[in-house]
């Protein structure tokens, strides 16, 4: 039951992150812009959108492999979870003006907007690595599911606290290659995650 | 359980998004235009509202009809998922620049800004169609149910796949009829598509 | 489980329509209007605010008070329900735009605001009604419990269809009169209505 | 059943309020103001929206944990329910005026700010009281768990009724003070709240 709406309050906040990531794309009617014009002078907003949109979605797919496998949730789990979406929720935040900076933006301004945005990332990485590393552990006592490749996921997890923010600084001198290899890494984290049955069934 | 959270974020997702759809409805009051002429002027905005909320409403219902058969959830599945409602995430932008187009554009960008709403609806069909295929699948090796109906049903979403960017072509011609079609469309594949015992109770 | 999403999709919708309500109250920092200024004179967005929110959030209970009976669901429940959610989702654009006009707006303007508002509360009104008859019809072959009050239940529905446009006709006299006897409805509503032991509770 | 959906609607309200706060973040590139400048001149609004979110995704914890000891839900659980959420609903404009407000305003409308944000933390500190004592009397009738420790639990909370306004009045003095204060406070119901054995796993 707990777990319940731990995984209902997750879900709506994901639910709405993703979506208001909408909120980013508009365009106006103008007499001086055509709308061919806009949509190609938007081109950022687009592409964050569909990378921030991937990395929430796959993120929302692992919570619920991580959540699907705990049976008893405490407070410091609830902590890392509430942590993790005040980082999801600041992606719209980071993805529009990472956007805005890519569409016009001096490169000082760019260099840092990818920081934020690189940044988020890996608050997230590192805030789903906490949640993991609890989910995981509490569960270490009460069942023989995880332990075996246990080490091995954590690690998996471990790795993105340090790929995460080197992706951010590759940022600096590309920021569409960054919106690339974030996108990237999260295919990679969707279809090869966890080990647990689901993915046998690809 | 698992699929329990794919439906509950699926809800989620597409909830918000049709709710967003009625951030494109506001008038501000003025001395130069009564709330009549607003309100008049912007009739493109109720009936997109009132298309796209349709859309999304019955796009809502029929995702619940194919879930409430599928017994176990892959990645692949999740997948077609995401692709889905990421398009369902872009129907209130794709909404509002057609209305806005619509209100006041020229005929060039009124075009573009169609062939952008039908494509959205087009993406939609398609992902749909996907999601659809790899349900009943996955099903087919799992459960007796589907497999005599599976090809038809799956025919008549490939149909929607062919229908949906035609309707987009006939927008070019008239946007207000694509509108219109798109709405038939809507409630015809809500009180007629799967031939479950559901569609038995009407 | 087929009750369970439609519930989980209504509740989502209404939860986000009931929110976004919010969006119609901000103040921004000027030199010219104090904050106590700016918040006297946007006293209609605050009275909208929490009348709306009054109005869906008892639509809200009586909605689950409904559904609670419910044991099949059928595509003509899940259009009339789609229906009623359509119309929760336009709330926010009627509030804001009533207190927009209320604010500051010409007599004729508030009085077709007022109009909309009025319209939106009996659209409403009315769609519940149908979701009503149809939830205790579909019911009333499935079980004994509803039939012996259902009578005076769809009556006690059916007269709100006739009472929401008065109110709104009331408004075109006050348009906070309106709003005060539409708060007072949905108290009605919220503590008496449906009959069934939850009542007895109070 | 009934007890779901109340849960499920709440959490899909504090889900979107709480995910809301993020619309007060937004920056605009300007030839005038480097990105830099921007956040350092906008840090209120990170600051509110941090604090901000962490109480209301507190609230939600310790609604929650309420709620799971709930058996039966009556019209005035509802009913105080409603009035939480009513406050809930109201942090975003609380926080971005608050914010507002402390990035450039005169100090009586600062003032003026700083008592509607603790105007609202203590709104929900009553509301949530009420719901706390209804949620725990409907309760102690029907089981004993809760009656050991009950007093001492509504007292917890009756003292954040007298403490909430208080710490506003503290903001009168200093704001930022205010806002590390209110985090505090959430950080203490997270983690020392109720009692139950949840509690027991930190």
Known sequence: MSKTRLEAFSDGVMAVAITLLVLNLHVTPSAHASLAL???????????FGVSFLVVGVIWINHHT???TV????????FYNLLLLAFVVSVPFATSTLA????????????????LYGGTMTAMAIS??????????SLASASQRWPPSRRAAVARFGV???VYPAVALL????APLMLLVYAGL???????QTGTQETDLD
């Open 38 to 48: 806009q949509l190609a002078a938007r081109w950022p907003s687009f592409a964050a």
């Open 66 to 68: 991580v959540l699907g």
């Open 71 to 78: 049976r008893q949730v405490d407070r410091l789990l609830l």
């Open 100 to 115: 805005g900076y890519l569409a016009n933006g001096k490169a000082t301004d760019l260099h840092l907007a990818v920081l």
């Open 128 to 137: 789903y690595t906490l949640l993991f590393a609890r989910a995981t552990s």
């Open 160 to 162: 993105g606290v340090v």
């Open 171 to 174: 940022g600096l001198l590309s």
């Open 186 to 192: 999260s295919l990679y984290y969707m279809f090869n």
